[in-house]
């Protein structure tokens, strides 16, 4: 009998939910794939490990803690004593500002020593994958001859706009741009325009002595050496801005092997929560409900929160809405919560987006764009209210609006992404888009992108199943039998 060949994966996600949920799917998604080489009587398997912090690990234990004969999880020591940045805090969501985000990713090259001590001692690595985040993880692979790809958690259409403004200067040159809110036309892309407060000043007034450019060129620097980047996507939805990363040789390949939230780990058997119950009542009473959240790092004045309450109740519409702040204090104790309770829920623990997203009551989604946020509501056929407030949401937004009108924009009053937002224009955005015309056709065009999403994943057919199909046929060519893993595996 032959020697059935196992492969071995290595993941290693940066701090912050919105990174580390995708590279879980993406480990539960290797697990549904199996590797056949010619000559073996079995199939062979593939292994996974993830590298972790311990205030993090349970977390990720308990994500893929149904799959651990095939995942090893490894916790390395977070460093204590970072300048302004609490004890114990080892993710982004626990920061208290997002302005410490640079000192605590600069903090996590203490880790190098000791991911390099672990990747010694483990079975052949096939190809490892680490956000971008973790720039020096590039130098760990590269010292220890390990094929790397890198992970961020962003769309293909963003990355080339961001490319297009760089490599145009668009707005780096004095001449080229009057205010931060004048519209620019993209070269590469005629039909599109962008603004300069859609990006950080790292990208349009870049200061070389600054931490935080320093610290993206050595993002830049490091997913540059990689063998490619692996994109949360799907090629179906973005072929434009995919087929443009390709045609750049300088740049890493795209693997668009998404969307990963499809694949989420199976549901437990719980007591439903609350808000479940709340939505259950709406879906018989056939009222459909915004669903309201905003990401855990958004920054958001009391005073635009307030006019957030304000304007949802002034629209009528049924909402749910997740947020940590207590709104009575918020809104001045003005009694919000006992108006709205009819037709408005606020939640204040974690809730499962994706259940949410998936009720067959919610019609609409109030929203940063963020992209896992974009992607489970485009996913689960929901049209979006496009708020975006940072990084690369203003991108995402225009996505979601502008090429797949998908989506109704939210407008600030002077026209920059951080401007106030007033009551009267979310009231009116948001009955545009549950009550509306326009709600209707994002709808109709929301629905269609879902089913291309699910197509994308097919076993054996769909676009990103067949290029992590070539991924692992590039990355785990057949083992020699005295380098076969060791390591046991079963099914997803």
Known sequence: MAVSSSHHVVLFPYMSKGHTIPLLQFARLLLRHRRVVPGDDEEPTIFVTVFTTPKNQPFVSKFLSDVT???????????????????????TDKLPSMSLYVPFTRATKSLQPFFEAELKN???????VSDGFLWWTSESAAKLEIPRLAFYGMNSYAWAIYSAVSVHE??????????DTEPVTVPDFPWISVKKCEFDPVVTEPDQSAPAFELAMDHIMCTKKSRGVIVNSFYELESTFVDYRLLDNDEPKPWCVGPLCLVN?????SDKPDW????????EERCPVMYVAFGTQAEISNEQLKEIALGLEDSKVNFLWVTRKDLEEVTGGL???KRVKEHGMIVRDWVDQWEILSH?????FLSHCGWNSAQESICAGIPLLAWPMMAEQPLNAKLVVEELKIGVRIETEDGSVKGFVTREE???KVKQLMEGEMGKTTMKNVKEYAEMAKKALAQGTGSSWKKLDSLLEEYCKSIEPNNVNKLSSSDD
């Open 69 to 91: 004969s095939s995942v090893k999880v490894i916790s390395l020591p977070f460093p204590e004593n970072i300048a302004g940045i609490p004890p114990g805090v080892e993710s």
């Open 122 to 128: 483990l079975e052949k690595v096939s190809f490892m």
């Open 170 to 179: 668009l707005f780096t040159k004095p001449e080229s741009v009057k205010s």
């Open 265 to 269: 780990p199976p549901k437990p058997e």
């Open 276 to 283: 479940i119950h709340w939505l259950d009542r709406k879906l």
């Open 335 to 337: 009694g919000f919560e």
């Open 360 to 364: 067959e009551s919610v019609k609409g």
């Open 426 to 428: 979310l009231s009116r």
